[in-house]
Nanobody
Framework: VQLVESGGGLVQPGRSLTLTCAAS????????IGWFRQAPGKGREGISC????????YYEDFVEGRFTMSMNNAKDQVSLQINDLKPEDTAVYYC?????????????????????WGQGTQVTVSS
């Protein structure tokens, strides 16, 4: 199982950015996949998560419509579009996946529920 994030970088406030997570070695079972982030000096927090089988997606409240998670038709890549970027969005962004049926069913946005993690991609929002 491998998760590889990409698409991070330095962006100006108000701009948009799309992060991508390429997934491999997943097999045919259903899974949950989520986006998380960790800002400097803070704990890791959930952003959104999606169930592979039906595409059901949950977002944390702070998203406020600025973040959109999607999955490609081959179900081997997820994206996170972030609009109207703010300096407080500066963080390392991670994708994570989990096969535990309880997690797949509930789609929690808590990092400890997810076993498999990518290496993260840095997003820095600054003028």
């Amino acid at each position: 199982v491998q998760l590889v994030e990409s698409g991070g970088g330095l962006v100006q406030p108000g701009r948009s950015l799309t992060l991508t997570c390429a997934a491999s070695g997943f097999g045919l079972d259903d899974f949950a996949i989520g986006w998380f982030r960790q800002a400097p000096g803070k704990g890791r927090e959930g952003i959104s998560c999606m169930r592979k089988s039906d595409g059901r997606t949950y977002y944390e409240d702070f998203v406020e419509g600025r973040f959109t998670m999607s999955m490609n038709n081959a179900k081997d890549q997820v994206s996170l579009q972030i609009n109207d970027l703010k300096p407080e969005d500066t963080a390392v962004y991670y994708c994570a996946a989990e096969w535990n049926p309880r997690v797949v069913r509930a789609l929690p946005l808590v990092p400890y529920e997810y076993t498999h993690w990518g290496q993260g991609t840095q997003v820095t929002v600054s003028s």
